[in-house]
């Protein structure tokens, strides 16, 4: 049990690291598809949001998006309820872009999990779920630990 923890970050390390060498090839970062990944999903997010979500400092995170900006990728916004905050959206310019990445995750996806039937895939979706469970329930008020 105690090597587990390793072995699943050893593997979501290999599936980043896979990721990285494709979309290396459209000439994206792994800090900026991430960015594109999470505003095409979410549009409108505040840097601040956004840096919190991919557990970056805010500083970096605007450094990344000052590079998407000038390449016209991503566009900021003023917050319309705060003047001093910026949203973000992913320009119609990166849409082929976050398009041919989405589809190169699918591909590397298919080609990581190629060979494991689906009820395993299911069970392993459950598994990973439970743990997220149970790291998010722990600290929780009520909650006793060992």
């Known amino acids: 049990m105690e090597s587990l923890p390793f072995e699943i970050a050893e593997t979501a390390h290999g ?5 990285d060498r494709r979309a290396a090839a459209l000439g994206v970062t792994r800090a900026q ?10 549009p409108g997010l505040r840097q601040v949001e956004l840096a ?6 805010p500083i ?18 003023a917050d319309p309820a705060d003047r001093r905050a910026w949203r973000l959206y992913v ?3 990166a849409k082929p872009l976050v398009e041919k990445l989405r589809l190169l995750g699918n591909a590397m996806t298919e080609e990581a999990f190629s060979g494991i039937p ?3 895939l299911d069970a392993l979706r459950e598994t990973l779920a439970q743990v997220r469970d ?7 008020p009520g909650r006793i630990s060992a």
């Open 15 to 19: 599936l980043r690291r896979a990721f």
């Open 33 to 42: 598809w991430k960015v594109l990944f999470r505003l095409n999903r979410m």
């Open 52 to 57: 919190d979500m991919l557990d970056v400092e």
């Open 60 to 77: 970096t995170l605007t450094r990344i998006v000052d590079r998407l900006a000038d390449a016209s990728l991503v566009e900021r916004r």
């Open 91 to 93: 320009t119609d310019s």
């Open 118 to 120: 689906e009820t395993r």
């Open 134 to 140: 149970n790291l998010n329930a722990v600290g929780q």
